[in-house]
């Protein structure tokens, strides 16, 4: 079935205490992106990516990072989480980066507290 | 800096009448414009996705129509059922964007009553 995993989906952290999130695909997409939605804010993208070892900031960058090191996985790592960073966390991935008219499929979505 | 709006925040209808959601957009200048549906705890499900060459797009008991120069697009479901209430969300992607980056509303909340 093709799909976009993420693991955890829900996670309970304190201040300060590195985590990341993964994201894999195995749909052999070249694109993949990280969203976070707040309510009153809807989805902001984070970080994206084009393909292996290239990545590029979103709208929201601050506070997080990601790697590219394989085609179907896309961390999203949280180095100092703060509890600005609580939210809901969507991973999506799409054949190409957008060259052609193409949907996204996403993650079932991480939800993050960060206390 | 494109802003997407869906209007109303959240819908309430009983079984069978037919559900008109709303999206506006503040820059025309994009590729195309998706919907989506979002489940608790199952991630967005892509419903349709118009090209903004086209004015409307079919699956089903949903249409989806656009009308590019007045940045607006609806949804429509016909005939609803309790198993169509979710979060309706709206997507553009702007046009000079990098990437497959889309821009997305707040989402109009629906429950369908039996």
């Known amino acids: 079935e093709a799909q976009v995993t993420q693991n955890p989906r829900y996670l309970i952290t304190v201040t300060g205490k590195k985590l990341t999130v993964t994201c894999s695909q195995n749909m052999n997409h070249e694109y993949m992106s990280w969203y976070r939605q707040d309510p009153g804010l809807g989805l902001r993208q984070i970080y994206y990516s084009m393909n292996v070892e290239v990545t590029d900031k979103g709208d929201v960058p601050e506070g997080y990072k990601v790697s590219r090191k394989e085609k179907r996985n896309f961390p999203l790592i949280l180095e100092s989480p703060s509890p600005n960073q609580t939210s809901l966390y969507f991973c999506?991935?799409?054949?190409?980066?957008?060259?052609?008219?193409?949907?996204?499929?996403f993650g079932p979505g991480t939800r993050l507290l960060v206390l | 800096k494109q802003e997407v709006t869906q209007i109303p925040a959240a819908l309430s209808v009983p079984e069978g009448e037919n559900l008109v959601l709303n999206c506006s957009f503040t820059?025309?200048?994009?590729?195309?414009l998706q919907w989506f549906r979002q489940d608790p705890g199952k991630g967005l499900t892509s419903l349709l996705l118009?090209?903004?060459?086209?004015r409307e797009q079919t699956s089903g008991r949903l249409n989806a129509s656009l009308d590019k120069s007045s940045g607006r697009s609806t949804l429509y479901i016909a005939a609803s059922q309790p198993g169509d209430s979710a979060t309706y969300l709206c997507a553009v992607r702007p046009l000079l964007a990098a990437g497959n980056k889309l821009t997305f509303g707040g989402g109009t909340r629906v429950l369908v009553k039996p």
């Open positions: 118009i090209q903004s060459s086209q």
């Open positions: 999506a991935s799409s054949l190409y980066g957008g060259l052609f008219q193409e949907t996204q499929y």
């Open positions: 820059d025309s200048a994009i590729y195309n």
